[in-house]
């Protein structure tokens, strides 16, 4: 059983362009969650999606942000016309029940990141 | 709303050395509590959790012990090895708090072993 696959591993883009981060969750799981890590910070929670449906995304930026996760194939994060702020790790992690879940069975795993730099 | 602090790095040990790395949290809810462990280039993953007060999760020589009373979910180990050098993330989920759907971390304590 493949973990969370993340692609690509390193991703760079010029300012101005746009990037696209692929999120494969493990099998048998329907929720993926996206991370960003910045240089020496922790995790800063971004979006939860469902298949098809999105359904937390208070972490996200209100601008040129957008993330999806469509009925067949891996979740998008996409980051459009990226500054050298976006620059950083986006980790994905999936889980087989949502963290709402009151089984408290909500073990999320998490992919090996892809690591943006806008240069 | 939910938050956790962690004890700030980095931190410094020799081989064999005891260690413990604090983490205290707030939740309004009854949150889980889960260690997560970084190393170097790596994505997290899960070291050990615990779902109810007093719980004890342990894994690889580490522990931790879930305190409702005191907020607390600290990490130790007896004895650490070079091979821990990674950064450690206490984390909470909490289904019926203000931050349900995602898990919070804390801002991560990076861990060095001097052989």
């Known amino acids: 059983n493949a973990g969370v696959m993340q692609n690509p591993r390193h991703l760079v883009r010029r300012r101005g362009q746009e990037a696209r981060l692929r999120c494969s969750p493990m099998k048998g799981h329907s929720h993926v969650y996206w991370y960003r890590q910045l240089p020496e910070e922790g995790l800063k929670f971004m979006v939860y999606l469902q298949k098809e449906n999105i359904i937390d995304e208070s972490g996200m930026p209100k601008e040129r942000f957008s993330a999806e996760f469509p009925k067949e194939g891996p979740s998008i994060l996409r980051i459009q016309q990226v500054v050298r702020g976006d620059s950083a790790a986006y980790f994905c992690a999936s889980s087989r029940v949502p963290t709402t879940d009151s089984s408290r069975n909500t073990e999320a795993f998490f992919g090996q990141g892809t690591r943006l730099t806008v240069v | 709303g939910d938050s956790v602090t962690q004890m700030e790095g980095p931190v410094t040990l020799s081989e064999e050395a005891f260690l413990t790395i604090n983490c205290t949290y707030t939740a309004t809810g009854y949150p889980s509590l889960f260690w997560y462990v970084q190393y170097p280039g790596e994505g997290l993953q899960l070291l050990l959790k615990a779902t109810k007060a007093d719980d004890k999760g342990s894994n690889k020589g580490f522990e931790a012990t879930y305190r409702k009373e005191t907020t607390s979910f600290h990490l130790e180990k007896g004895s650490v090895q070079v091979s821990d050098s990674a950064v450690y993330f206490c984390?909470?989920?909490?289904?019926?708090?203000?931050?349900?759907?995602?898990?919070?971390f804390g801002s991560g304590t990076r861990l060095s072993i001097r052989p």
């Open positions: 984390a909470l989920s909490d289904p019926l708090g203000s931050s349900a759907s995602k898990i919070i």
